[in-house]
């Protein structure tokens, strides 16, 4: 993330105050993720179906069964893209290291077929099995979007892979702006109005992306299958895309599915009131706690580990060597501590704001300690997140991988049974689950980090 980190230095070095703001602001932005910053953007959108009632009228039929469909869209193709994602990425990335730029394009648009092929079998048997009572409008926009969100995710990811950070930022900016005035003039068509202008949005956002992968990277070739050969697969890529998704998503869809804590909404689509808004709303408080570690990541560790990197590949001295290990050791416990004071700001301010914010949603005081489970758990989120991060600037696939899987398997279970011991015990599934995984982690991260020299140069 070196071209990240010199943008960032830009702008924390404009002036004291105002650069400062502006790269917590971009890292802000960057550190919510593609996801999160799609699911805040069905918010405006919604909006447009209440033109003269403000957030208490959220609850409405026809916002709710937008949000849940949009929310559903989102969801299933992030998942169902999630193993191609990282592949692509490094596909993409041991091409350009080895000269051979000319197949990265034909690459990504052979990904892109796989993907229309992929989502088009996937969404027509959902739509024709699941959706049968929902208008023909309505299943063909749910396919289109499905489809065009597919996409989405494949272009981002490759351009974040490529370190263009400011298009996904202005493309996202442009496709919720896009969908939000087709809202305006759509709205009197129902929820199929609304997915159309979701559908809109969705086209708006893929053709940002993908013009500028198209004004980057240049080929003649216009389809190139190599990137499925089996030299060039990465099986532990693949799955740990599809399960870290699953894993933080897991516990959702029991709530949403569970009979005591889910409603159905729109065909088999269903939703949970009680535990979607505090879930909400504790990752909208963390958001600041993720933009401090991801400065701090790209200001300080990314310069020591390339210190680390440059004296092994020059050959330098055992001392420089373990200067550079030292002083990444020390980066990373100053970002986590860093992290954890961002964090406990975010858990008091949302302690002290909770009951206003849950009476702005509808909800009684009776979800507060809900809302406080949930804040622990979403930061204890932000901590995987970063912890993860540092595996893969070590290239450790093998302890993500695991770390996926643990994750997945204990959110499952314990969600599973918190929600057999009834409403007190709501949200701690998810957030001992992450407590789990998350000191598993970094246990583990102080084991390689400790013999990072010795594996460096003994196990090559």
Not at 44 to 55: S, T
Not at 119 to 144: D, E, I, K, N, T
Not at 158 to 165: D, P
Not at 277 to 284: E, R, S, T, Y
Request: positive net charge; glycine residues 10%; aromatic residues 10%.
């Amino acid at each position: 993330m070196v071209d990240l980190t010199f943008f960032l230095r830009r702008l924390r070095d404009r002036n004291r105050v105002g650069g400062t703001l502006q790269a917590y602001g971009f890292a802000g932005v960057l550190a919510c993720g593609a996801c999160a910053l799609a699911l805040a953007g069905l918010l405006p959108i919604a909006m447009r179906a209440l033109p003269d009632r403000l957030p208490a009228g959220l609850s409405s039929a026809l916002a709710m069964q937008f949000q849940v469909s949009a929310t559903c869209l989102i969801v299933a193709s992030l998942i169902l893209t999630g193993p191609l994602q990282l592949h692509l990425v490094r596909f993409a990335a041991d091409r350009l290291a080895e000269g051979r730029g000319e197949l990265v394009l034909p690459g990504l648009r052979a990904t892109g077929l796989a993907v229309t092929v992929l989502a088009g079998l996937f969404g027509v048997a959902c739509l024709l099995w699941a959706f049968p009572q929902q208008s023909a409008p309505y299943r063909a926009l749910m396919l289109a979007g499905f489809v065009l969100m597919c996409h989405v995710w494949i272009a981002v990811a490759f351009l974040a892979g490529m370190k263009q950070y400011g298009t996904i930022a202005c493309a996202f900016l442009a496709g919720v702006a896009g969908a939000s005035v087709a809202a305006l003039a759509l709205r009197g068509f129902g929820v199929e109005g609304l997915l159309g202008s979701f559908a809109i949005g969705a086209l708006v956002l893929l053709a940002g992306t993908t013009m500028q992968i198209h004004r980057h990277h240049r080929s003649r070739r216009l389809l190139s299958f190599t990137v499925f050969a089996r030299r060039h697969r990465y099986p532990s890529l693949i799955a740990i895309g599809l399960l870290y998704p699953l894993g933080l998503w897991v516990d959702k869809l029991q709530f949403w599915y569970h009979a005591g804590t889910g409603q159905a909404v729109i065909g088999p689509l269903h939703a949970s009131a009680i535990y979607d808004i505090p879930v909400f709303l504790a990752h909208l408080a963390v958001v600041p706690a993720l933009a401090v570690f991801l400065l701090r990541i790209e200001r300080d560790f990314v310069a020591h580990y390339d210190a680390f990197v440059d004296a092994v590949r020059g050959g330098g001295s055992l001392q420089r060597i373990e200067e550079a290990r030292n002083a990444m050791v020390r980066a990373v416990r100053l970002g986590l501590y860093e992290i954890v004071k961002a964090l406990a700001i975010a858990a008091l301010l949302l302690f002290a704001l909770g009951r206003p914010l849950l009476a702005l949603f509808g909800m009684t005081q009776l979800y507060l300690p809900l809302l406080h489970v949930d804040m622990v758990a979403a930061g204890l989120q932000v901590v995987l997140l970063a912890t993860l991060s540092l595996y893969f600037y070590l290239d450790r696939r093998r302890e993500v991988l695991l770390l996926g899987a643990a994750l997945l398997a204990l959110n499952a279970g314990l969600t599973h049974l918190t929600l057999t011991l009834g409403p007190a015990w709501y949200g701690y599934g998810f957030a001992f689950a992450v407590l789990i995984v998350v000191a598993i982690a970094l246990v583990l991260l102080d084991r390689r980090l400790e013999r990072l020299e010795y594996e460096t140069y003994m196990l090559q």
